[in-house]
């Protein structure tokens, strides 16, 4: 049973950055493809940005150029690096992992992803 755990959520004002963090239980990093995805209130579950075993990355087009997802196999850790942030960020975010090795354009689908964390919020304020 892979457990995923956030950290790193936080408030911050518009323009500013934050680092979010995801530890694994066990070294899953170099064989899953990991993901970030968001939810806002009344919001469907959303993909932010994506991984694959190999390091190859993908993100939705609302933040492109603004956030970085990056991950240390050694650590078991997947960083987002979010700068930039605007108020339409705030969300609880998710880290999600999964075995198979699917496709890059499917990885922002929440749906092809096994294993979740609890969440980290993040609040921008204008």
């Known amino acids: 049973q892979v457990q995923l755990v956030e950290s790193g959520g936080g408030s911050v004002q518009a323009g500013g950055s934050l680092r979010l963090s995801c530890a694994a239980s066990g070294s899953i990093y170099s064989k899953y493809c990991m993901g970030w995805f968001r939810q806002a209130p009344g919001k469907e579950r959303e993909g932010v940005a994506a991984i694959d075993s190999a390091g190859t990355t993908i993100y939705a087009d609302s933040v492109k150029g603004r956030f970085t997802i990056s991950k240390d196999n050694a650590e078991n850790t997947l960083y987002l690096q979010m700068n930039s942030l605007k108020p339409e960020d705030t969300a609880m975010y998710y880290c999600?992992?999964?075995?198979?090795?699917?496709?890059?354009?499917?990885?922002?689908?929440?749906?092809?992803?096994?294993?979740w964390g609890q969440g980290t919020q993040v609040t921008v304020s204008s």
């Open positions: 999600a992992a999964d075995p198979t090795p699917w496709e890059l354009v499917f990885l922002l689908t929440p749906g092809v992803f096994n294993y």
